[in-house]
């Protein structure tokens, strides 16, 4: 009895340390964000509060805390409510199978505990792409309750989207499954130990080049960012889905996207560019002397890698315009969806000529 | 304690399937069949199939469901009008059904006259869990799965697929008439 305690003390502290960190890392994106876009258009970027303009993310966050709380006249009140929720719980609840760092297994007061994934199981990757299909019904409830034209059309073009595009990341994802032979994330991250030439992006038989790209392309755009914003096109259809929605419900949604931003780059990190592993063998501070902090370098190898993503996702938003819907859709079904299946065939037929280690 | 979570999820899945019919509005129709997939899911969780329970919510719930909310907001369905001219025949499939179950349920209860149906649900539950902790070893059921679909049942896998296949044409042909019969004239 005292250790089922311990075990779910212990839990309940992973899961606060990871969404806490979830959080931080989205208040320091909405800073990140208009900074780097606005060094990218020759701007300073918000300058006012605090020095430097740091503090800008409380700002906002208290600003957001304590607008009025508007719900439309003939909206739907229950599901007016419950569509933020419905977007915001499945963008967190993803990360519980992500590994943040090495497989380590420490024992605790006689209980085995896993400190850098909250939970290892066998079918990771299936778990978070449940999940994420399971966001599209906030967006498409919240355009539905708010009674307006505007959230409609917004609501109606991200279930498209989104179901159109989660169909791709599937597809890109199995060629690295076919590698790896497993769907834990944390044996796939194992399997592309020692070197950045066995990431599976690089790897032998064949490499995962095109699914990495087909995996971007389609994580922005099932995140609804630019240039996949459609649903929330400002010049068409005002802010889309979220045209009704303020204050806190508001903010749901805010948080909702940028978790998912983080959790897409999360995936993209651990299946294609090795995880926590180093672009090199072994590690470092192991070989200066300290193999008990080893750990600290596959952590700090997984943040960078993920920043990565997460800059690019800014970038892309500097850079490209928004595309036609027409196009989004044709770009979808002609083009990723084609490249998609190819690398599925051609991957199979390497990892069958070529096993790697089973 | 298996027991339990078993009546729970049997429970919650037969009033959201109730509620699937007799809610008026199609919105909250569509959201307790949500539920319900999501019930459906943890029954395989419970019977160790994490592989199917994966499927189940990718498949059904983000896919399929998202699907028909998309057609029930499009269409703008009134409330009132979608039961009336159904009924009649609805009744007389529900009435037959209904015979059927209690015959069912009559036989069972002769073949194995001591056994209670509440005990009966308890007994095959431990059973079923055991039979799929045979099936599944360590290693996970997805390899399972994959195996066994491609070897013992790969005939009904192989016509399954062609009849999606035939399927996804049907629709293309119904969809795209025009575009056919310009090139015919």
């Not at chain 1, 967006?139 to 708010?146: E, T, Y």
């Not at chain 1, 989004?328 to 998609?340: H, S, T, Y």
């Amino acid at each position: 009895m005292v250790e089922v305690g311990i075990k779910i003390g212990l839990s309940i502290t992973q899961i606060a340390v990871v969404m806490g960190v979830v959080l931080l890392t989205v208040m320091f994106l909405t800073l990140a964000e208009r900074k780097v876009i606005g060094w990218m258009q020759d701007r300073m970027g918000p300058m006012e509060v605090g020095p430097y303009g740091i503090l800008q993310p409380i700002a906002d966050g208290l600003k957001l805390f304590f607008k009025e709380d508007i719900v439309p006249a003939g909206a739907n009140k229950f599901l007016f409510s419950l569509a933020p929720i419905l977007a915001l719980v499945p963008a967190l609840i993803g990360f519980a199978v992500i590994p943040f760092g090495p497989n380590l297994t420490v024992e605790i007061f006689g209980v085995q505990f896993q400190p850098f994934v909250i939970s290892d199981i066998n079918i990771g990757i299936l778990y978070i792409l449940a999940f994420t299909s399971i966001g599209a019904y906030g967006i498409i409830l919240g355009g539905w309750a708010s009674n307006s034209k505007y959230s409609l059309l917004g609501g109606l073009r991200a279930a498209a989207q989104v179901i159109s595009y989660e169909l791709n990341v599937g597809l890109a994802i199995v060629g690295v499954l076919l590698l790896a032979g497993s769907l834990s994330l944390v044996k796939i991250t194992e399997a592309q130990a020692g070197g950045f030439w066995h990431w599976y992006i690089f790897a032998f038989p064949f490499p995962q080049l095109f699914a990495f790209v087909v995996y971007v392309i389609s994580a922005v755009a099932e995140t609804n960012r630019l240039p996949f914003d459609l649903p929330e096109a400002e010049s068409e259809l005002v802010a889309g889905f979220f045209t009704e929605y303020s204050g806190m419900r508001f903010a749901f949604f805010f948080l909702a996207e940028y978790a998912n931003m983080i959790l897409v780059s999360c995936i993209a990190a651990t299946l294609f560019l090795g995880g926590w592993n180093a672009p090199y063998p072994g590690t470092v501070i192991e070989r200066l002397g300290f193999p008990d902090f080893a750990w600290f370098e596959g952590v700090v190898w997984f943040t960078v890698k993920v920043y990565f993503f997460l800059f690019l996702f800014f970038w892309l938003r500097a850079t490209l315009p928004r595309l036609r819907y027409d196009q989004l859709m044709r770009f979808g079904w002609k083009v990723m969806l084609p490249i998609a299946l190819g690398n599925i065939l051609i991957t199979a037929i390497a990892a069958y000529l070529f096993p790697v280690g089973k | 304690m298996a027991t339990l979570v078993f009546f729970y999820f049997a429970g919650v899945i037969v009033l959201t399937s109730l509620l699937v019919v007799v809610l008026r509005n199609p919105i909250y129709s569509a959201l307790s069949l949500l539920i319900m997939f999501f019930h459906v899911a943890g029954l395989y969780v419970t019977l160790r199939a994490e592989f199917l329970a994966a499927v189940q919510i990718i498949v059904y719930a983000g896919a399929i469901l998202v699907l028909y909310l998309f057609v029930v907001m499009l269409l703008n369905i009134k409330r009132e009008e979608r039961y009336h001219p159904q009924f009649p025949f609805g009744a007389f499939l529900g009435l037959t059904i209904l015979t059927e179950v209690l015959l069912l349920a009559y036989h069972r209860r002769v073949v194995n006259e001591p056994a209670s149906p509440l005990s009966h649900t308890a007994r095959t539950l431990p059973n079923g869990q055991a039979v799929a902790t045979d099936v599944a070893p360590a290693a996970g059921n997805t390899e399972m799965i994959g195996e066994v679909l491609y070897s013992t049942y790969l005939f009904p896998f192989e016509v399954a697929s062609l009849i999606l296949l035939v399927a996804m044409i049907g629709a293309i042909i119904l969809a795209k008439r025009d575009l056919f019969e310009q090139r015919e004239g």
